[in-house]
C-alpha cells in the first residue's frame, strides 16, 4: 500500500452520464495529481493542487472538473465525456508541488471506461 | 517541445544478466530524473531519484547514471529475477516544474 487510495477502481459510463472519482491521501503530503494513462502514451500530467490551491491545468477539457477540499482528498467529476476519454486515471501525492526532488506517490487508479 | 525516449518498448533478458534501460532526453535541461516501476493495473512506484549533480546512484542491485552532456540516464538491474518484470518509467524535473514522464519500457525477466 503507498498510502494513496482511489475509488472506485473499475467505472463503466455513457457519454450523457456525470460520475466522480476520488482519491485520498494518509501521507500528510501537501500535493496531490491527476494524470491520465492511455494504452501506448506516457503518462499526461491533467491538474495539480499544492496546498488545496489548483496550480496547474494542462489544457484539460472542461468536461473533467477537479475538486480538493483539503489536503488529503481530491475529486475528478466527469461529464459528457467521449470515448476516447477511456484510460487509467492516477492519482499522486507528494510532499511538496512543483518538481523538484519531490517522490510521488501514486494511487492504484481508476479503469474508466465510456461507451 | 521536450521529448523524452525510453530505448524500448519492450526488453527480454534472461534471469540472472543485468538489464540496462536507457532514458533519452532533448530540448530539455532537468535537474532531477526519477525512475519508477509500474505493475499492470496498478500505479507506479518510485525507485530512485538522481540529481544533475551526480554520475551515479545505486540501490541494493539498482544502479542508476545521469549524463547531462549525452542527455542520457541509464537505468540497470543486476542479477535481474522474473520478479523484476514490469514496465519501468523515468521522469525528468526541474525546479518549480512538474515531472514529465517517459512512455516507459516493459521488462520481461525470463526464467
Same mark, same amino acid.
Given at each position: 500500500?503507498?498510502?494513496?487510495?482511489?475509488?472506485?477502481?473499475?467505472?463503466?459510463?455513457?457519454?450523457?452520464?456525470?460520475?466522480?472519482?476520488?482519491?485520498?491521501?494518509?501521507?500528510?503530503?501537501?500535493?496531490?495529481?491527476?494524470?491520465?494513462?492511455?494504452?501506448?502514451?506516457?503518462?499526461?500530467?491533467?491538474?495539480?493542487?499544492?496546498?488545496?490551491?489548483?496550480?496547474? @491545468? @494542462?489544457?484539460?477539457? =472542461?468536461?473533467? =472538473?477537479?475538486?480538493?477540499?483539503?489536503?488529503?482528498?481530491?475529486?475528478?467529476?466527469?461529464?459528457?465525456?467521449?470515448?476516447?476519454? =477511456?484510460?487509467?486515471?492516477?492519482?499522486?501525492?507528494? /510532499?511538496?508541488?512543483?518538481?523538484?526532488?519531490?517522490?510521488?506517490?501514486?494511487?492504484?487508479?481508476?479503469?474508466?471506461?465510456?461507451? | 517541445?521536450?521529448?523524452?525516449?525510453?530505448?524500448?518498448?519492450?526488453?527480454?533478458?534472461?534471469?540472472?544478466?543485468?538489464?540496462?534501460?536507457?532514458? @533519452?532526453?532533448?530540448?530539455? =535541461?532537468?535537474?532531477?530524473?526519477?525512475?519508477?516501476?509500474?505493475?499492470?493495473?496498478? #500505479?507506479?512506484?518510485?525507485?530512485?531519484?538522481?540529481?544533475?549533480?551526480?554520475?551515479?546512484?545505486?540501490?541494493?542491485?539498482?544502479?542508476?547514471?545521469?549524463?547531462?552532456?549525452?542527455?542520457?540516464?541509464?537505468?540497470?538491474?543486476?542479477?535481474? /529475477?522474473?520478479?523484476?518484470?514490469?514496465?519501468?518509467?523515468?521522469?525528468?524535473?526541474?525546479?518549480? /516544474?512538474?515531472?514529465?514522464? #517517459?512512455?516507459?519500457?516493459?521488462?520481461?525477466?525470463?526464467?
Amino acid at each position: 500500500e503507498t498510502g494513496v487510495t482511489q475509488t472506485p477502481r473499475h467505472l463503466v459510463m455513457g457519454m450523457t452520464n456525470k460520475k466522480s472519482l476520488k482519491c485520498e491521501q494518509h501521507l500528510g503530503h501537501n500535493a496531490m495529481y491527476w494524470y491520465k494513462q492511455s494504452a501506448k502514451k506516457p503518462l499526461e500530467l491533467m491538474f495539480v493542487y499544492n496546498f488545496k490551491e489548483q496550480t496547474e @491545468n @494542462n489544457s484539460v477539457p =472542461s468536461r473533467f =472538473s477537479p475538486e480538493c477540499p483539503n489536503s488529503s482528498h481530491l475529486f475528478l467529476h466527469l461529464h459528457t465525456l467521449q470515448p476516447e476519454d =477511456s484510460a487509467l486515471y492516477l492519482c499522486a501525492s507528494s /510532499q511538496e508541488g512543483s518538481g523538484g526532488h519531490n517522490e510521488q506517490f501514486f494511487g492504484p487508479g481508476t479503469r474508466l471506461t465510456v461507451l | 517541445s521536450q521529448k523524452i525516449e525510453q530505448n524500448s518498448e519492450a526488453l527480454n533478458i534472461q534471469e540472472g544478466k543485468t538489464a540496462t534501460l536507457t532514458c @533519452n532526453y532533448t530540448n530539455y =535541461s532537468p535537474a532531477y530524473l526519477q525512475w519508477y516501476r509500474q505493475d499492470p493495473g496498478r #500505479g507506479p512506484v518510485f525507485l530512485l531519484l538522481i540529481r544533475e549533480n551526480e554520475k551515479e546512484k545505486r540501490k541494493e542491485r539498482l544502479k542508476v547514471t545521469f549524463d547531462t552532456t549525452l542527455k542520457q540516464s541509464l537505468f540497470h538491474i543486476t542479477a535481474s /529475477q522474473p520478479a523484476d518484470s514490469a514496465t519501468y518509467l523515468c521522469a525528468l524535473g526541474n525546479y518549480g /516544474q512538474n515531472f514529465v514522464f #517517459g512512455p516507459g519500457t516493459r521488462l520481461s525477466v525470463l526464467p
